[in-house]
């Protein structure tokens, strides 16, 4: 058990996101010495972790009480679908992993901390970070009278830990186990959907990511050299079975198709970005990220959705996604803006439905082919070998509507220039 000074009156309970590293556990330790009665909770949203070990750690800290919980099938069906029914990519290239697991997560703590009648919540999310915005939205948003207690922006915290040496210190004084393996000097942040990496070495945009530091995804010079023919099937935009056409495999439930897509994109190193991007409190960062089962999904998503919906609706939907993605990263999933602009795209995808095949080798997806019942594609139209119902000759009429604005356009500009 920790050496904690016990205070003569507890000041409350306080649950706090715990991931059973040094920095949340030397958060627990810290809460307690201040004098709060704290609950540990620990959510797995698909990240590698030893969750029991975890709970013996917070007990012998000191812990109240432990509770664990499973949230990777919602995790998927409740904030990942949507993601795919949306294709919302940040800054064009970002697909959201940690931005959406973070909802996930607070609401579940949230959930305990109501349950267990607490008045504080805390996180370990730094004061530079969009994580810290993240979970307090979503803790204001479901909780509103709940108190949050954020140590990384308290004086009192941040000018005794300086870095990773006034923490090793504070552990050793007062019985937290430390990691014995030298830490990679970089952090990350895992769940089913993403890796990420940034800050340390990272934080020289011009530094390459070392070899060997992305572990959700094989290299892709080093990948496999027969590629994966997959049949993803979709229904009102969200993909329900995946069958691989080699050995036959087939995944119907959401978790177990999202975990094959994953397995397919890992062996074939699919997903890896390294970017810059721009924070939501006004800095940039950098940032490296491996989402493999993601990217298969979004670009077979990608290809049945133009191939069943309206060319106009569409070109909404996509400015929609922009809007989601912003919403997304920016942490305001519990705003009723965010819910009304799912609610629209989940309108949009009530046609999207079909298979889609595709070819995953190297690092890249390629379509292969799609079928639909609900497609807007009709070959007697578009063949070039058969006329249908379209007379050529309308043609030129649309082109000459077309090029009026630009005859007037470029009239003016004429009458400037003389």
Known sequence: MAQIAQMAQSKGTVVLAYSGGLDTSCILVWLREQGYEVIAYLADVGQEEDFEAARKKATSLGAKKVFIEDLRKEFVEEFIWPWVQSGAVYEDRYFLGTSLARPCIARGQVKIAKQEKAQFVSHGATGKGNDQVRFELTCYALYPEVKIISPWRLPEFYNRFLGRKDLVAYAKDHGIPVPVTPKDPWSMDANIMHISYESGILENPWNHAPDGMQTMTIDPVK?????????????HGVPIKITNLGDKTTCNSPLEVFLYANK???????????????????????????????TIL??????????????????????????????????????????????????????????????????????????????????????????????????????KICSLRLKEYHRLQSSKST
């Open 223 to 235: 990948s496999t050299n027969t590629p994966d023919k997959l049949e993803i099937e979709f229904k």
């Open 264 to 294: 397919i994109g890992s062996k074939h190193g699919v997903g890896r970005i390294d970017i810059v991007e721009n924070r939501f409190i006004g800095m940039k960062s950098r940032g490296v990220y491996e989402t493999p089962g993601g």
């Open 298 to 399: 979004y670009h077979a998503h990608l290809d049945i959705e133009t191939f069943t919906m309206d060319k106009e609706v569409r070109k909404i939907k996509r400015d929609l996604a922009v809007r989601f993605s912003e919403q997304l990263y920016n942490g305001f999933w519990n705003s009723p803006e965010c819910a009304f602009v799912r609610h629209c795209i989940n309108k949009s995808q009530e046609n999207v439905e079909g298979k889609v095949q595709i070819s995953v080798f190297k690092g890249q997806v390629y379509i292969l082919g799609r079928e639909s019942s609900a497609s807007l594609y009709n070959e007697a139209l578009v063949s070039m070998n058969v006329q249908g119902d379209y007379d050529p000759i309308d043609a030129g009429g649309f082109i």
